[in-house]
């Protein structure tokens, strides 16, 4: 989520990021290493039921722009409804570690986009001898 961030709050003065995703990411938000956490929520697009999230020295976006649609948000706690997935067209972002749990769901859904984004590239390509 930092690097895919067009903007940080809380960063190094030399951070550098990848940029992409109209948000503005606070690094650490939930506190130090000590602070991380784990917690059930829902993901926007995720069938299944609730998603068990792992926050290690978490980010969390504190704006969002127009054409980013806001996948998860905290529930409960100090950071209730702070926003912790995105996705804006083919990237998406999250502040917890999707890949510290045995529920791939989030990969599944990257993988369909990324999926749906090849299949609509080849179809538009399919009359451009150039493509």
Do not use: C, K, Y
């Amino acid at each position: 989520m930092i690097l895919l961030a067009d903007r940080l709050l809380d960063a190094p003065p030399d951070q550098e990021t990848i940029g992409g995703l109209d948000v503005t990411v606070r690094r650490n938000a939930f506190g130090r290493q000590a602070d991380s956490f784990e917690s059930e929520m829902d993901v926007e697009g995720l069938g299944g039921g609730s998603l068990h999230a792992v926050f290690i020295r978490a980010p969390w976006v504190e704006e969002a722009g127009d054409g980013v649609a806001v996948l998860g948000r905290v529930v409960g706690g100090e950071a209730d409804g702070r926003i912790v997935a995105v996705r804006q067209g083919n990237l998406v972002a999250t502040s917890f570690h999707p890949e510290l749990t045995g529920d791939r769901r989030v990969h599944a859904l990257f993988v369909e986009i990324v999926r749906r984004h090849l299949a609509a590239r080849a179809g538009a390509g399919a009359g451009n001898e150039e493509d």
